[in-house]
């Protein structure tokens, strides 16, 4: 695994004292305007922000020691230990990330890779399209004997081409729990921290685990999900709208809200939280992946729900 880049202490505590103050919600329009400058003055404080960032979203919000009165109204003793730890927590971020999930800098040397919220497509050498979802990093390994796509992070949709290799070489997409195999088809594939998830939308592949001898063949309208020692229960029928992020398009049936602002946040920068009392609501609709904001502002408007951002980067979802 790549180490990340150094981004210098200094500019980790500059991060900090934003993170903090952006918490607390209470930037003026001016302040918010110099935090955007801040974050634009250099690669080295995009990076410092991108750390910050990374970190908040790994620990699924603001880390234990910084919640409740350490974001809200901090007396002047307060903000500065709250600062203290969060500076001490974003410098250790690689080692506090090993802890949950691959680190994101090894994606940034990856030979194609998706920003968060952008998507890409391409035709390979080989005539295969391939798009690539948010947040994804994919690195080409074609050879005299075989096609193959290492699936470092994030989610792509694969139509193998017609190989013009005089020579039959299989293509392969390699994840970190083992390797799916084309057989002339159409398939989604998504990587998460300890398991594949594989849809067929045409043809056929073939699963085969890291750690396990046997293979699983998909067609067409199945789906799997595997680790490194096998299947993670049963093939399943593939969901029809699994795709539609390609056209970026989410659609929710009758799914609780807080699950649909999971899947909006693999799209947008910052932090997206739903309030606890809204945990059992039930949201359904094809909701804009690619607009964030707008689907938002649609849920706002259609269910008893209130936007609390205190920024961009900063949102929660909070009863009416």
């Not at 307060?78 to 969060?86: F, K």
Request: hydrophobic share 45%.
């Amino acid at each position: 695994m790549n180490t990340p880049p150094a981004v210098d202490p200094a500019l980790i505590g500059e991060a900090a004292d934003w993170l903090v103050r952006l918490g607390q919600g209470n930037l003026c329009a001016t302040e918010q305007l110099d935090f955007e400058r801040w974050r634009n003055r250099s690669p080295a404080h995009a990076a410092a922000w991108r750390r910050a960032e990374s970190v908040m979203q790994t620990f699924g919000a603001v880390p234990q020691g910084l919640r409740g009165a350490a974001l809200h109204g901090l007396e002047k003793n307060d903000r500065r230990r709250a600062l203290s730890r969060l500076a001490v927590l974003l410098a250790a971020a690689p080692a506090a990330w090993m802890l949950y999930r691959e680190l994101p800098w090894q994606n940034w040397s990856a030979d194609i890779r998706t920003a968060t919220g952008e998507q890409k497509r391409m035709t390979l050498a080989d005539g295969t399209e391939l798009v690539l979802n948010t947040a994804s990093a994919v690195n080409l390994v074609f050879s005299a004997s075989e096609r193959r796509l290492r699936l470092l992070a994030g989610e792509i949709m694969v139509t193998t081409g017609k190989d013009p290799s005089p020579h039959y070489r299989p293509f392969i997409v390699e994840t970190a729990q083992g390797t799916v195999r084309a057989l002339g088809t159409r398939f989604t594939m998504r990587q998460e921290s300890q398991q594949t998830q594989v849809a067929v939308l045409a043809d056929t592949v073939e699963i085969k685990p890291l750690h396990a001898d046997r293979t699983t063949r998909l067609t067409a309208g199945q789906s799997a999900v595997f680790g490194s020692d096998g299947l993670a229960g049963e093939v399943r029928a593939a969901d029809p709208a699994a795709a539609l992020w390609e056209r970026g398009l989410f659609l929710a049936q009758n799914l609780p809200l807080p699950v649909l602002l999971r899947e909006m946040g693999r799209y947008r920068s910052g932090i997206l939280r739903c309030h606890p009392q809204l945990a059992t609501l039930r949201v359904s609709g094809a909701f804009s992946v690619m607009d964030s904001d707008a689907t938002l502002r649609l849920l706002e408007r259609t269910l008893p729900v209130h936007i609390n951002a205190r920024t961009r980067y900063w949102v929660t979802l909070e009863p009416a």
